[in-house]
């Protein structure tokens, strides 16, 4: 015979020491898996466990909603349609889904005031339901109020300051210890460190963040034991002097750098600082070939376009002028100027009949002559 409901819950808080604020059916499914399986679900504190059933007392499994970074809905709000959204934790991913969208809303909003420490300003509930946010918060605040957070970013410590203050002159100058970060620092929260140590363990064991006190530091280091590796955080206080690493015995350092060597020392240099691989490349190319420079090419100089040379008349000829045949006097054709040479053949015709003429006109001259003398 099972037990009743009361005792039950009564069993669950004995067990898990942490008080209940909700409480239902769903269906869970993680990402490699195919199929929802059906399990009674409680928030208790800042975790979702999982029952197979609401009889059994002890959980299957938990999710640790610390872990939280945001949640997605997967379908879109219908009525009587099952809603699916999928909250993703630092380490996995996880499917959840609920028959009435109504419920999977209240669901949503008590997994995100548990899990981000703050009631979400988009939900659709009503206005007793946004009371028992509230009262959820409340009490999670007074239960555990290290693990409620403040502002979304750490508090910037005094190196980050902004460049008005720095460059201020009557500002006394700041010890330099206090602003030389070892090469393993990193603005990044603890939930953050802790991943990234366990992410990529080869990087490093030793990890230096912000701390959530003001002005403060915080280490993280992953550590191997024999039961496997363990995650560690260290909390620095800064003073005037330098900085305190709150131990059962503190111990006080002059800077980061010393105070990251101490953790060395003690550790026997078997744990190193977490330094992310930079990548190097593995091909070699050869160079292109440098182009080749095009000289301009010397226009060309257009020739000047000189008129005819015209042959100079010698001195003789410009003083003596042509001398011309009196009138009457006989010609002899062969004793024409050598320019005769130079004219073109209807010239020489013009010559050739103008002698034909001359020769004709004398040889009448004879003839009658010598029929005057005939007659007498």
Not at 82 to 91: E, G, M, V
Not at 218 to 223: D, E, V
Not at 261 to 274: G, I, V
Request: with cysteine; aromatic share 6%.
């Amino acid at each position: 015979m099972s037990a009743h409901i009361r005792v039950v819950h009564k069993r669950r808080e004995t067990i898990t020491a942490l008080p209940l604020y909700h409480a239902g059916h769903l269906l869970k499914k993680q990402n490699k898996e195919k199929d929802f399986k059906e399990y009674y679900g409680e928030i208790r504190g800042a975790t979702l466990f999982l029952y197979k059933d609401d009889t059994q007392d002890t959980y299957t499994e938990m999710l640790d909603l610390e872990q939280l970074k945001s949640v997605e809905l997967d379908t879109f709000y219908k009525k009587k349609e099952p809603t699916i959204f999928t909250l993703s934790l630092s380490s996995e991913k996880v499917q959840l889904k609920l028959d009435n969208p109504d419920t999977a809303e209240v669901w949503r909003g008590f997994i995100l005031t548990v899990g981000k420490k703050d009631i979400p300003k988009n939900l659709q509930l009503l206005p007793g339901q946004m009371m028992q946010l509230k009262e959820t918060l409340s009490q999670e605040r007074k239960r555990n109020p290290k693990l409620c957070r403040g502002p979304t970013l750490p508090p910037r410590p005094m190196f980050l300051k902004s460049l008005d203050s720095n460059n201020d002159s009557t500002s006394p100058p700041k010890d330099k210890s206090t602003t030389e970060l070892p090469s393993c620092f990193f603005d990044v929260t603890r939930q953050e460190a802790e991943q990234m140590l366990k992410a990529n363990p080869e990087y490093g064991s030793i990890i230096l963040r912000p701390s959530t006190l003001t002005n403060n530091y915080a280490l993280t280091l992953r550590q191997p034991t024999p039961s496997g590796p363990v995650i560690k955080n260290y909390r620095l206080t800064h003073t005037n002097s330098g900085f305190v690493i709150e131990l059962d015995t503190p111990v006080t350092a002059s800077s980061l750098n010393d105070v990251l060597k101490y953790f060395l020392e003690k550790t026997e240099h078997r744990l190193h600082p977490y330094v992310t691989s930079q990548a190097y490349d593995t091909r070699i190319e050869a160079s292109p070939a440098p182009k080749c420079i095009t000289l301009p090419t010397a226009k060309e100089v257009p020739k000047a376009q000189v008129a005819p040379t015209l042959r100079l008349q010698t001195t003789e000829e410009l003083q003596s002028p042509p001398v011309k045949p009196e009138e009457g006097e006989y010609v002899n054709p062969d004793d024409v100027s050598p320019k005769i040479s130079h004219l073109d053949d209807e010239l020489r015709r013009a010559v050739q009949k103008r002698r034909q003429n001359i020769y004709s006109n004398s040889g009448r001259e004879e003839e009658n002559q010598t029929n005057e003398h005939s007659f007498c």
